[in-house]
């Protein structure tokens, strides 16, 4: 693995750039000069200058501290969906691929998830409750179970059919350790690119959520409301919208450059053929 990871230096990029992601959030109250939430009429619509890198908002706010801070909420949402979708969603698939009368009912329940778009699925959910950084993680997570489900369940179809499996059966062991000892590990591999990919998705429809008003509340900086506030100011400060989208861009192409190194490394088939 590691020498795949080695002929795939844009793997390495997207695990570095992720990874001072992770630290700015963390280091947020450090890195940012001022508070993201303090207002100042005086100073509103500042050009970027030695005393506001990225300049101010229409209210006086700082965009940098208000930048640096938005990569809170969108890791936040990244990988608690990407953690909680590929739990249940390897949860569910592998009871569902291995037992063939549970399978007709799941999938059609899966089929229907898929069938709404998954922006309006999440707007719909969280219109029934209030914004919340919470809500907006369940919503998302319900939106992505389906698609790791399918995937866990084809996995699941083929591995039930090896020979070790059937010998495993015929020894009388019983479910859950066949699907725990012989078949899960099978799905790690599999399982790990399609979080990566997730993740990437998450954030992107936290941002979209956000930005139309339906994700992180106001009083929470995130880069989707952020961009959002600055859709009416584009012609008079395009950086209030430029260096929130350039910081999402960044991180969702990050996770997806780790991603593509991960199945590269992964997967047997591309290793040998390279």
Known sequence: MKD????????????????????????????????????????????????????????????YSRVIYGSRPSLIVGISVALLATGFGLAIGLVTGYLRWLDAIMMRVMDGLMSIPSVLLAIALISLTKASLENVVIAITITEIPRVVRLVRSLVLTLREQPYVEAAIASGTR????????????????????????????????????????????NIPSWGNIMAEARSLIQVAPTILLFPGIFLSATVLSVNLLGDGMRDALDPRLARRM
């Not at 230096?9 to 109250?29: D, E, K, R, S």
């Not at 399982?191 to 429809?205: E, F, K, N, R």
């Open 4 to 63: 795949a990871f080695r002929r795939h230096p844009t793997a390495i990029v997207g695990f570095i750039v992720l990874l001072l992601m992770v630290l700015m959030a963390i280091m947020a109250p450090y890195l940012g000069t001022t508070d993201p939430l303090s207002v100042v009429p005086t100073r509103r619509l500042k050009p970027p200058s030695e005393q506001f890198w990225f300049g101010t908002d229409m209210l006086g706010r700082d965009i």
């Open 175 to 218: 479910l859950p350790a066949i699907l725990i000892r012989h078949i899960l590990p099978n799905t790690i591999a599999p399982l790990l690119v399609q979080a990566t990919y997730i993740c990437a998705s998450a954030m992107i429809t936290e941002a979209i959520l956000s930005f139309i008003g339906a994700g992180t509340p106001p």
